[in-house]
């Protein structure tokens, strides 16, 4: 069992940089691959980002184009991701998953799910 806590959400204006955190329970948490994912109001959850378990394989949504970037911390049982640049966009609960693919990239490859952070982005 992997408990999942996502952290470092809030109000950005348009421009700014957010670093979300997602802290994992557990011993195992390198046995897992992770991804991001985000939900705007109205649509349905969407793949944003994903690492696999040592950290050294990424993926990106088309949408992202360089201004995100996953990394993970093993040692500290923890997932991260830096955006920058945000746009009003980007405003969604951004959830991370864990799961046991290479690199998770859907919703059906993560078995454990956090509660989410809110991001907002002002313009």
């Known amino acids: 069992q992997v408990q999942l806590v996502e952290s470092g959400g809030g109000l950005v204006q348009a421009g700014g940089s957010l670093r979300l955190s997602c802290a994992a329970s557990?011993?195992?948490?390198?046995?897992?691959?992770m991804g991001w994912f985000r939900q705007a109001p109205g649509k349905e959850r969407a793949f944003v980002a994903g690492?696999?378990?040592?950290?050294?394989?990424?993926d990106y949504a088309d949408f992202v184009q360089g201004r995100f970037t996953i990394s993970r911390n093993n040692a500290k049982n923890t997932v991260y991701l830096q955006m920058n640049s945000l746009n009003p966009e980007d405003t969604a609960v951004y959830y991370c998953?864990?799961?046991?693919?290479?690199?998770?990239?859907?919703?059906?490859?993560?078995?454990?799910w956090g509660q989410g952070t809110q991001v907002t982005v002002s313009s």
């Open positions: 690492i696999s378990r040592s950290g050294g394989s990424t």
């Open positions: 557990g011993r195992t948490f390198s046995s897992y691959a």
């Open positions: 998953g864990a799961g046991g693919a290479f690199i998770v990239t859907t919703g059906a490859d993560a078995v454990y």
